[in-house]
């Protein structure tokens, strides 16, 4: 097993002994290292996912593919449900049935322009974020699978509070997990507005 400790930012998603037994680069011993593992993965799955507006991603394949190409380098389980309950997210059984119906929800949202596209993103967004499919990286997937959303309907990218949301001190991750809890509470507008900041 390796060496490697992690620390969790806030809102981060601690992961269990066994979940961090599926590292793949055994050399990386520090944060800083996974950190930079990870940020190059995900600049790769980025390219691809937002490379093409002919995505069909509004369903269960792509979004665990996405993940899969988001992790595959630095971890055995990226693209697969998480086997044990987090801090955060529904039960690990209810997952596959709670992410069918946010896909569904998310194409009637677009199809009939039930909200404009800012709030449709940002409601899907925070569904995804609260079904916490994965073991770790739900935050930064749901980002990612939103922007995909964003790009294959023509619509503009979302800033994100314009910062890096991994860092734990930056007052762009504090806003965003604060609009996160506003949502969870049914007020989306913290992060209508968080998102084109």
């Given at each position: 097993?390796?060496?490697?400790?992690?620390?969790?930012?806030?809102?981060?998603?601690?992961?269990?002994?066994?979940?961090?037994?599926?590292?793949?680069?055994?050399?990386?011993?520090?944060?800083?290292?996974?950190?930079?593992?990870?940020?190059?993965?995900?600049?790769?799955?980025?390219?691809?996912?937002?490379?093409?507006?002919?995505?069909?991603?509004?369903?269960?394949?792509?979004?665990?593919?996405?993940?899969?190409?988001?992790?595959?380098?630095?971890?055995?389980?990226?693209?697969?449900?998480?086997?044990?309950?987090?801090?955060?997210?529904?039960?690990?059984?209810?997952?596959?049935?709670?992410?069918?119906?946010?896909?569904?929800?998310?194409?009637?949202?677009?199809?009939?322009?039930?909200?404009?596209?800012?709030?449709?993103?940002?409601?899907?967004?925070?569904?995804?974020?609260?079904?916490?499919?994965?073991?770790?990286?739900?935050?930064?997937?749901?980002?990612?699978?939103?922007?995909?959303?964003?790009?294959?309907?023509?619509?503009?990218?979302?800033?994100?509070?314009?910062?890096?949301?991994y860092d734990s001190e930056s007052e762009a991750r504090k806003d965003y997990l604060a609009a996160l809890r506003q949502a969870d509470q049914g007020n989306y507008q913290a992060l209508i507005e968080f998102v084109r900041s």
């Amino acid at each position: 097993m390796s060496k490697l400790e992690i620390q969790y930012p806030p809102g981060g998603t601690p992961l269990d002994p066994n979940e961090l037994g599926g590292l793949i680069p055994k050399y990386i011993t520090t944060q800083g290292e996974l950190n930079r593992h990870e940020r190059e993965n995900i600049v790769e799955a980025a390219d691809w996912a937002l490379g093409s507006t002919s995505h069909d991603c509004l369903n269960i394949t792509f979004c665990f593919d996405l993940h899969k190409r988001m992790f595959a380098k630095v971890w055995k389980w990226a693209g697969q449900v998480r086997l044990s309950d987090k801090n955060i997210g529904v039960p690990k059984e209810q997952i596959i049935m709670k992410l069918k119906p946010l896909f569904d929800d998310t194409a009637y949202w677009i199809e009939n322009e039930t909200y404009n596209f800012d709030e449709i993103g940002a409601r899907f967004h925070h569904r995804l974020v609260s079904i916490h499919a994965f073991p770790n990286g739900n935050g930064r997937h749901a980002r990612l699978m939103t922007e995909v959303i964003q790009t294959v309907n023509g619509e503009r990218p979302f800033t994100w509070g314009s910062s890096d949301l991994y860092d734990s001190e930056s007052e762009a991750r504090k806003d965003y997990l604060a609009a996160l809890r506003q949502a969870d509470q049914g007020n989306y507008q913290a992060l209508i507005e968080f998102v084109r900041s």
